[in-house]
Nanobody, 122 residues
């Protein structure tokens, strides 16, 4: 069964940067659109960004557009989320997930990582 493992979370001051990584265990990684989601305490999990198989089509939530960049390295079976100019409201557990269908809806994603905590605080 495919596994997704996130890393790179941590504590950062407002205005700082972090780079999240998500490594997939299977070489079929290249067949999937990959997404990043986040969930803050007491809130629903929300879409952050997605990138299609070839990397040619990328989508961002309005709240992160211009600050976050999603990318992927199919040779390494890894998707990244570069987060710049972080704000306290970006604090959440960040999850990567994969989908054949694509899009922003959580139910379209069939495999999820365990999540990595991002805390933005001074």
């Amino acid at each position: 069964q495919a596994q997704l493992v996130e890393s790179g979370g941590g504590l950062v001051q407002p205005g700082g940067s972090l780079r999240l990584s998500c490594a997939a265990s299977e070489r079929s990684f290249v067949l999937y659109t990959m997404g990043w989601f986040r969930q803050a305490p007491g809130k629903e999990r929300e879409f952050v960004a997605s990138i299609m198989r070839s990397g040619g089509s990328i989508d961002y939530a309005d709240s992160v557009k211009g600050r976050f960049t999603i990318s992927r390295d199919n040779a390494k079976n890894t998707v990244y989320l570069q987060m710049n100019n972080l704000k306290p409201e970006d604090s959440a557990v960040y999850y990567c997930a994969r989908t054949v269908i694509g899009g922003r809806l959580l139910e379209r994603y069939d495999t999820w990582g365990q999540g990595t905590q991002v805390t933005v605080s001074s």
